[in-house]
């Protein structure tokens, strides 16, 4: 019996371990290696054949250096900042985009509902890479749109959007909008009718209606919307590299030149190491609000 | 009190001057093809406690949605205060309303679900705090206003929202089966609070129950519904002693039902019935409340408690069958019988329990006479 119940604890642990812990150790050993011009291009490399006095020599190659860097180089807590201030606006814009559409389709007639949420679901149907280049289409100066505006006369010279934050906006908001859609839209369709009519029964208009019933019970969904945007668009690459050009500082962006442009493994080890950091917090607070509406949902 | 001889009888639907709180006016209601209420007319009064009752789906919250504003009529108007309630928005009408699913805000503690409607009203915070204490107290959910509604049973939040829509003391209250979810005493002590608070506050209440008992409890007049229609509308005891339909006769308590042919004859006495019923049989003799003409069929109604059980024809009532007791029921307080007659015809009839069980004058397969006066049924011809 005992046995059974630790086999099944034991094997999720086993995973996490063997596809999370030990990844996350060698990353942890390597920022805290030198850079070498060698294969693999750091030291110190573990050697056991030199025994005891290898592996003390192994512990004593390892610093902190790397870390120190990461504060001495202004490059990378501006990233890091900059990473923060583009996820934490982009979070907010696809929030502002996601619930209208989320409560839209709530509000749709019982038979459209599958059809909208089909809707939503389709662009996973193809590669993501394609659809943010297909935006470079659509966003350059002699892109789509600004044809169209200038063909309609609207503007006279093309808007400057492709290699701008505004470009990086528009490919997180583009590219994360159903995480934001799904689980305010799942809160929504729960909530009971009657409750609004209970609301305006009790004296409110339909709009405070909306403010104190639908949006507090909506709350829910609206976190696990932001959260799961906001991580995933925090260590966000191939967006900005793609559609922001180089004046947009993310830090996933300075990860991957550190990786395979300057070829320095341990520095972009730290960048990582200190990404995963940053977050952890996030990710723990978003447990907690799942829990917390589990428990709600009771 | 104690002052029956000052009380006037509340009955202001006999006061052709009297002006009705709420009057529909060929009030229909269509759902596409389907009619939930049809072409209904109905006025009610001011201080009324005015009972809706009728099987599922008949089209009760129906009604009670369009008082509300939550839905409107297709056809007709509806008129409260003097006032066509067509234009006004639900939050802006008088009235609040009862939902039959509670409606509980699940976000909010029972004492929050119940400040609701006052703080929207914009009314003082000790006012608030006032209000609520009352309705807690009233509901007896004192211990239970800081929870939430997910954390308390069914019965506690049939409170809840009894609570709430009482909180405003709105003109009009209507009440979607208010208490079906409270075991038989809370029920009963509630249905008492609620006269109570009627007489307090002069709320005029609508309430609908599938519970005939509570509606003969509470009601003033109680209103009977089947496809959409009004069938009657009456005090409880007129629908309890003279319906008018051999729907609303089977509906509120147990009735016998006969069916037979109808000779009108006038007597000393005034105007009787002869019904031929069972061939063999004597005639049921009636007094009729509506015109009959000859060979009429007509149903004749007749609760069992109007029957006498005994062993020996009763010569002073009108009716006497013989029949064999098939069955009992024993109810406590009175004991039901089942007896066949003749002809095969099943009747009711029930007796008070005045005496201890053992000592009981019938039982089984014994012949017993079945005995009723003449006017202790109604004939009904439809
Ligand atoms: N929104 C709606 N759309 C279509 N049909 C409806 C709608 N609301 C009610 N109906 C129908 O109208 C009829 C009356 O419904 P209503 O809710 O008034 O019944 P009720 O008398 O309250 O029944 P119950 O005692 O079961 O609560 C039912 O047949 C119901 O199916
Ligand atoms: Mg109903």
Known sequence: ?298 | MAEPAQQKVFAPWEDPTEKPIIRFEGVTKRFGEFTAVDNLDLKIYRGEFFALLGPSGCGKTTLMRMLAGFESPTEGHIILDGQDVAPIPPNKRPVNMMFQSYALFPHLSVWENIAFGLKREGMEKDRIEARVSEMLRLTRLEQFARRKPHQISGGQRQRVALARSLAKAPKLLLLDEPLGALDKKLRQETQFELMDIQEKTGTTFVIVTHDQEEAMTVATRVAVMDHGKLVQVATPAGIYEAPNSVYVADFIGDVNIIEGAATPRSTPEGAQVEIAWAEGLAPIIATPTEPVSAGQKVHYAIRPEKILVSREPDMARANRVQGKVIDIAYLGNISTYRVRLANGQMISASMTNARRLSRRDFTWDDEVWLNWTDGAGIVLTR
Do not use: H
């Open chain 1, 1 to 298: 019996m005992n046995y059974r119940r630790f086999l099944l604890i034991a094997v999720p642990y086993a995973w996490l371990a063997l596809f999370f812990l030990v990844p996350f150790l060698i990353v942890l050993k390597i920022a805290l290696s030198d850079t070498a011009i060698a294969i693999p291009p750091y030291t110190p490399t573990l050697d056991l054949s030199g025994g005891w006095a290898g592996i003390k020599a192994f512990f004593q190659g390892l610093d902190f250096e790397n870390f120190v860097f990461l504060t001495e180089d202004s490059l990378y807590w501006k990233s890091y900042l900059g990473s923060l201030k583009i996820a934490a606006i982009s979070t907010v814009l696809t929030l502002l985009v996601g619930y209208p559409i989320a409560y839209a389709m709530a509000q749709a007639a019982d038979e459209w509902r599958p059809t909208l949420m089909m809707l939503v679901i389709l662009p996973f149907w193809t590669s993501f890479l394609i659809r943010v280049y297909s935006w470079i289409g659509i966003i350059a100066n002699e892109g789509l749109l600004n044809q169209m505006l200038m063909g309609l006369g609207i503007i006279d010279t093309p808007l400057q959007i492709m290699n701008t934050p505004s470009a990086v906006y528009i490919g997180i908001i583009y590219t994360y909008l159903p995480f934001m859609i799904l689980p305010i839209y799942s809160a929504l369709e729960k909530l009971d009718g009657s409750l609004i009519e209970a609301a305006v029964d009790l004296g409110c208009t339909r709009a405070a209606a909306f403010w104190r019933v639908t949006l507090p019970l909506s709350r829910p969904g609206v976190i696990a919307g932001c959260f799961l945007v906001f991580i995933p668009a925090l260590g966000e690459f191939v967006i900005p590299s793609l559609l922001g050009g180089s004046q947009t500082l993310m830090i996933g962006k300075v990860l991957w030149e550190e990786f395979f442009s300057n070829r320095d493994w341990p520095v972009a080890s730290a960048v990582a190491v200190v990404l995963l950091l940053i977050l952890v917090i996030p990710i723990v607070l978003f447990q907690k609000n799942q829990e917390k509406a589990e428990e709600a949902g009771k």
